[in-house]
């Protein structure tokens, strides 16, 4: 909302992070005028036009960056370990409800944009509905609503399967009638219990169609892509950003294909590694193993996760050093991993490889770049929208400085959160 009192507002900080990786500024100030930044600077050189009238918002030493982007989130989500198959169980419009819940809790806790990766019928696109009409706030929302599957594919439970190069434009086109904003599938199988998790599932001319038709209207794609011959399959055909983005063979051994990493870099193509989803996991299992309560199943997916954190965290180390982008995107509330603390994911990109500087850009302007959204968001300057996060400390020197909000502006106006739930 915009206050109409003033004709810009001024704020003050004792450091600036701006997103693009550069230096920070000291002693800095941010003018903006209807939601919009007009100036970037120091303080002496940002001022307002004469005769202006000015609010001032002074954070004394704390330090400023864009808001948060997070580019994959599923706003459906519990995070309290049932699965999409048991999730999708739940109404329509009991999954509409905890969708307006995780939509505040991101903006509560530092999240200006997210980009939804899939949701249950049009779920989402209901949610986008009530946030134009007031009745809840939410981040900015890039919504692809139902991800296109194959017939029994990973997440087809949400009501968008598609058989043939025909039918996967249809399905495109339908998305966008809807309200889509990207295009999203399944590449390969995942954890729904009817698909092929290390297999392959759209062919790459159904792919091609898929992305050939969303490029056609503006739209970008992204897959879910848990093996090799995915991440190949998508990459060849022109996807935008690969989810997940595993080196698994189809007998599901780990091994990293320098191929897949050249691909990647021909294309431009980005990767949201998801990290933080399967550490997640192992931490609420190791929780219940000490208090002694552990199943039989749950032991056996401990000892699954564990082995598999430890063989993505070399394999996406080793794409990061031989120069693949990452966009940072949490994939809460999936699973184990509640919404509210994206942080934890971009910490992870620190720890494959990343300089905290660096992470800080994967999670604001390359995550935008990843969205399509750059040329309006992701970084603070002139004529971007006035997204900012305001934390205690200085995130680049320490990361984890980043869970020390204070502050979350949307559109140049602070956003009220006193009634965090
Ligand atoms: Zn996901």
Not at 76 to 104: C, F, H, M, Y
Not at 132 to 144: H, K, V
Not at 184 to 203: E, H, N, V, Y
Not at 290 to 310: D, F, P, V
Request: hydrophobic share 35%; with cysteine.
């Amino acid at each position: 909302m915009i206050d109409n009192n003033y004709d810009f507002t001024l704020i003050k900080a004792g450091l600036l992070v701006d997103g693009n990786g550069g230096n920070n500024l000291h002693k800095a100030s941010v003018l903006i005028q209807n939601g919009v930044i007009k100036f970037v600077g120091n303080q002496e050189s940002v001022v307002a036009p004469e005769g202006a009238s000015v609010k001032v918002l002074d954070y004394g030493d704390k330090t400023i960056l864009p808001g948060l982007i997070d580019c994959h989130v599923h706003l459906n989500g519990i995070g309290d370990g049932r699965v999409g198959n048991d999730l999708v169980t739940l109404p329509d419009e009991v999954l509409t409800l905890q969708s307006a819940k995780n939509a505040r809790k991101h903006l509560y806790s530092g999240v200006t944009t997210v980009r939804d990766c899939g949701a249950k019928n049009n779920t989402t696109f209901m949610l986008r509905k009530a946030v134009e009409m007031g009745i809840t706030i939410s981040p900015r929302l890039i919504l692809t609503g139902r991800p296109i599957s194959i017939v029994g594919g990973h997440l087809g439970y949400f009501g968008e399967e598609a058989t043939g190069e025909v039918e996967c434009v249809k399905s495109v086109r339908k998305l966008i009638k809807q309200g889509a904003d990207f295009i999203k599938i399944t590449a390969t199988g995942g954890s729904t219990i009817t698909s092929l998790p290390f297999r392959p599932s759209f062919t790459k001319k159904e792919i091609q169609a898929i992305t050939f038709e969303a490029h056609k209207m503006g739209k970008h794609v992204a897959a879910h892509c848990s093996s090799s011959e995915g991440i190949i399959n998508s990459l060849d055909s022109g996807v935008d950003t690969i989810i997940h983005g595993y080196h698994v063979e189809s007998d599901e051994t780990f091994n990293y294909r320098p191929e897949i990493t050249e691909k990647f870099i021909k294309n431009g193509a980005f990767l949201n590694p998801t990290l933080f989803q399967g550490r997640k996991t192992v931490e609420v299992l190791e929780l219940k193993q000490n208090q002694g309560y552990l199943t039989r199943i749950e032991s056996e997916m401990l000892e699954t996760a564990k082995y598999r954190n430890e063989k993505i965290s070399e394999i996406v180390s080793k794409m990061v050093s031989d120069g693949v982008q990452l966009a940072c995107g949490s994939d809460a509330s999936w699973t184990y991993y509640k919404t509210g603390d994206f942080q934890s994911e971009i910490f992870a990109h620190v720890s494959v490889g990343l300089s905290p500087m660096q992470a800080i850009v994967s999670a604001t302007k390359d995550s935008a770049r990843s969205c399509w959204i750059d040329d309006k968001l992701g970084t603070l300057s002139e004529n971007k929208i006035a997204d900012i996060l305001v934390v205690d400390g200085d995130p680049t020197e320490d990361i984890n400085n980043l869970r020390n909000v204070v502050d979350v502006i949307s559109n140049g106006e602070v956003v009220d959160r006193e009634n965090f739930i």
